[in-house]
Antibody
């Protein structure tokens, strides 16, 4: 059974760095063809892909945020991570991790992140 | 970026009825490898999105055959037959052919 679960700080202040963790089970990021992605959704709005990391450590970033994003993984502990630097109120959203690169076949429950002073 | 345009924005349906949702992409979604990476997702209230259809017309594991996908190139359709209460929510199309992956703005399916 594939499951993913996101964790994060909940609330942070503008200009801080957001650190998110995706803990998953039922698959391994060391298996050929497997990738994990981060996608976010501001309240009441649509879905925005942020970044993807794959089994061989290739990485892709949304060009609109590329300079602020860093994705990484810990294969032995079945985790993927996303850091977003210099956050502002526009980064307030639910952040999801999902398996795949499109299609995204399994999604976590999401973690709400609020940026507020 | 590939722009995904969904219509309608919202629609009302009676239980047991049938609906069609359209998704158009600003560029062809046919990949160099011949596959078309167009997917459909449903986001039920207060839940995360769930994959329904991948590569245009393939139902994901456990998805009812009441859901069907069709289309090619830049024009795609999701059809839902014999609508049930659990089908209500927001439907998104998404593409994974061109980098970066993008999604449509969503179609909200409500009860009439």
């Amino acid at each position: 059974q594939v499951t993913l679960k996101e964790s994060g700080p909940g609330i942070l202040q503008p200009s801080q760095t957001l650190s998110l963790t995706c803990s998953f089970s039922g698959f391994s990021l060391s298996t050929s063809g497997i990738c994990v992605s981060w996608i976010r959704q501001p309240s009441g709005k649509g879905l925005e892909w942020l970044a993807t990391i794959c089994w061989e450590d290739s990485k892709g970033y949304n060009p609109s945020l590329k300079n602020r994003l860093t994705i990484s993984k810990d294969t032995s502990n079945n985790q993927a991570f996303l850091k977003i630097t210099s956050v502002d109120t526009a980064d307030t959203a639910i952040y999801y991790c999902a398996r795949g690169t499109g299609p995204f076949d399994y999604w976590g429950q999401g973690v709400m992140v609020t940026v507020s002073s | 970026d590939v722009v995904m345009t969904q219509t309608p924005v919202s629609m009302s349906v009676s239980l047991g009825g049938q609906v069609s949702i359209s998704c158009r992409s600003s560029q062809s979604l046919v990949h160099n490898n011949g596959n078309t990476y167009l997917s459909w997702y449903i986001q039920k209230p207060s839940q995360s999105p769930q994959l329904l259809i991948y590569k245009v017309s393939n139902r994901f594991s456990g998805i009812s055959d009441r859901f069907s996908g069709s289309g090619s190139g830049t024009d795609f359709t999701l059809k839902i037959s014999r609508v049930e209460p659990d089908d209500l929510g927001v439907y998104y199309c998404g593409q994974g052919t061109q980098y970066p992956p993008t999604f449509g703005a969503g179609t909200k399916l409500e009860l009439k």
